[in-house]
T-cell receptor
C-alpha cells in the first residue's frame, strides 16, 4: 500500500513570495490533515478535511494561508505572501475517518516539505 | 485547552540500557494517545496507539502505559540500540474527528 505522498520535499523562497505544497493521501482515506512543525516543536494542526469539506481550520492564518481538497482526494496548501516565521516543515497526514472512537482516525504521515523563507 | 508536555527534551543513554520517556496531558477527556517516532528530515511513524479504555500497549521492545486519570503516559524501550536514536513524540486525540494535540518531543541518542 502506497503511503502519503508530498511534494516538493524542500523549498527555499524569499519573504513576500508565494509557495504551494501538494499532498496525495493514502487511497481510500477520507480525512486529510495539514500540520506545521517549527524546529524544536511538535506539529500543530493547520487544517483538517473530511472528504472535501473543512472540519477544523481554527489555527490556519487565513490572511495568508489557504488550502483546498478538490474531489476529496489530493490537497494543496498555499502561503501568500510568505513571512520569515513560516519557515517550518509542513506535514500532511491522512486517516480512514469515521465518526467513532476507534482506530479509524489513526493518522499516517507523509515525509513533509521543509520550507525556508529568507 | 489541552496541553501536552514531554520531559526531558533530550536524553542520551548507552546502548543496552532501557529507555523511559514521559508524556503528560492536562485534560483527561481523550479518545486515545499515540506515540510517534521522527527521524531527522522525515515524517512521523506511528509506534503505538493506546485507546482511552486501555492501560497499556506492547509491540516488540516497546511498551506504552496510560494513566488517564493522572494525565500521564510512559513509553518504555527495552535494551536500546543505536538505531533507536530519534525524536519521540506523544499526541492525544481530543475530538471525534481525530484531532491530535502533540507534545514537543524527546530527542533520544543511543551511544554505542
Amino acid at each position: 500500500e502506497a503511503g502519503v505522498a508530498q511534494s516538493p520535499r524542500y523549498k527555499i523562497i524569499e519573504k513576500r513570495q508565494s509557495v504551494a505544497f501538494w499532498c496525495n493521501p493514502i487511497s481510500g482515506h477520507a480525512t486529510l490533515y495539514w500540520y506545521q512543525q517549527i524546529l524544536g516543536q511538535g506539529p500543530k494542526l493547520l487544517i483538517q478535511f473530511q472528504n472535501n469539506g473543512v472540519v477544523d481550520d481554527s489555527q490556519l492564518p487565513k490572511d495568508r494561508f489557504s488550502a483546498e481538497r478538490l474531489k476529496g482526494v489530493d490537497s494543496t496548501l498555499k502561503i501568500q505572501p510568505a513571512k520569515l516565521e513560516d519557515s517550518a516543515v509542513y506535514l500532511c497526514a491522512s486517516s480512514l475517518g469515521s465518526n467513532g472512537g476507534g482506530t479509524e482516525y489513526e493518522q499516517y504521515f507523509g515525509p513533509g516539505t521543509r520550507l525556508t523563507v529568507t | 485547552k489541552q496541553e501536552v508536555t514531554q520531559i526531558p527534551a533530550a536524553l542520551s543513554v548507552p546502548e543496552g540500557e532501557n529507555l523511559v520517556l514521559n508524556c503528560s496531558f492536562t485534560d483527561s477527556a481523550i479518545y486515545n494517545l499515540q506515540w510517534f517516532r521522527q527521524d531527522p528530515g522525515k515524517g512521523l511513524t506511528s509506534l503505538l496507539l493506546i485507546q482511552s479504555s486501555q492501560r497499556e500497549q506492547t509491540s516488540g521492545r516497546l511498551n506504552a502505559s496510560l494513566d488517564k486519570s493522572s494525565g500521564r503516559s510512559t513509553l518504555y524501550i527495552a535494551a536500546s540500540q543505536p538505531g533507536d536514536s530519534a525524536t519521540y513524540l506523544c499526541a492525544v486525540r481530543t475530538d471525534s474527528w481525530g484531532k491530535l494535540q502533540f507534545g514537543a518531543g524527546t530527542q533520544v541518542v543511543v551511544t554505542p
